[in-house]
């Protein structure tokens, strides 16, 4: 309950100074995201690959952009898996230290948009507590919550494939994280001027 008291005096790396000192003003600036994870245990599980797209004025960003893979060659040790599709991939690779060090860099103090956020930004909390730093500070939309605002429903959740046919949003035949961000963002954006949002 008190874990706040030990952290007054605690020394943070300074990528997270520099992100906390971001918080002054509000941003215009929105980045969807999409995480892919081990499995859905923040304390357990870890980040295999995060990718993300600006949105700024109802247009995405394709040049302002993340996408990285994180090498969890320890996860995959410490839990006996495989981990042959990571080491033969070429796609480039970062240790998750320094991977989520840049993805914080990359959104700033901008409004997070994810499918399930809460779950996204849970696992970047728990890589951010590894590396003896506090939680996000960004606001947060999820587009399924949007969604069931806009049919005035609570009951259920829909998956990203579902939301993804409601709106006509094509199918890919590739999936990844930053391909499911970029159907996040479209849908985003159909969902924001639904809603009447700025």
């Excluded at 941003?27 to 295999?48: A, H, M, Q, W, Y």
């Excluded at 939680?135 to 919550?145: C, G, H, P, S, T």
């Excluded at 709106?167 to 035949?173: G, V």
Aim: proline share 2%; net charge negative; aromatic share 12%.
């Amino acid at each position: 309950m008190l874990d706040w008291i030990k952290n007054i005096k605690k020394e943070y790396p300074e990528f997270w100074k520099n992100y906390l000192s971001k918080f002054d003003k509000k941003s215009n600036r929105f980045v969807v995201l999409c995480t892919e994870t081990t499995g859905l245990n923040p304390e357990k599980d870890v980040i295999l690959s995060i990718g993300s797209f600006s949105v700024i004025n109802n247009s995405i960003l394709i040049g302002d952009s993340f996408e990285a893979y994180f090498a969890q060659y320890k996860f995959f040790h410490d839990n006996g898996i495989s981990n042959e599709f990571t080491v033969e991939s070429k796609m480039k690779k970062l240790g998750e230290s320094e991977g989520i060090q840049a993805f914080i860099e990359f959104i700033g103090n901008s409004v997070l948009v994810g499918h399930h956020i809460d779950f996204d930004v849970e696992m970047i909390n728990a890589a951010l507590e590894r590396l003896g730093c506090g939680r996000l500070k960004n606001e947060a939309l999820d587009i399924d919550i949007m969604h069931r605002k806009l049919l005035d429903i609570n009951n259920k959740q829909f998956s990203l494939e579902e939301l993804s046919e409601i709106y006509k949003i094509p199918k890919s035949d590739r999936n990844s994280s930053s391909e499911d961000a970029y159907k996040i963002a479209l849908l985003f954006l159909k969902l924001k001027s639904r809603l009447g949002l700025n």
